[in-house]
């Protein structure tokens, strides 16, 4: 069973940093597209980031030059290095991963920026 573990999320003053981990585990091989999707309250889930296997990158302009995604094949793993961080950044940020065709969420870590 595929699951996906979230960390890193806390509570940051603006123009500070985070950075947020999410391990896989149950997936013999890595994944073809691991991504960061926020959701603040009483609005849709948003795509962050994603990163492919091949380690190319896509951003959503209101990040692009403050967030960096990476990913560790080897270990399954995907992160978020976040700098300058704004209090709209306030969200429940998930991890999502793509394999065979098939999505798998984690449950979520809460990040917070204080003005």
């Known amino acids: 069973q595929v699951q996906l573990v979230e960390s890193g999320g806390g509570l940051v003053q603006a123009g500070g940093s985070l950075r947020l981990s999410c391990s896989a585990s149950g997936m013999a091989s890595s994944f073809d597209v691991m991504s960061w999707y926020q959701q603040a309250p009483g609005k849709q889930r948003e795509l962050v980031a994603m990163?492919?296997?091949?380690?190319?990158?896509n951003y959503a302009d209101s990040v692009r030059g403050r967030f960096t995604i990476s990913r560790d094949n080897a270990k399954n793993t995907v992160y978020l290095q976040m700098n300058s961080l704004k209090p709209e950044d306030s969200a429940v940020y998930y991890c999502r991963a793509l394999k065979y065709g098939l999505v798998y969420w984690g449950k979520g870590t809460q990040v917070t920026v204080s003005s």
């Open positions: 990163v492919n296997r091949g380690g190319s990158t």
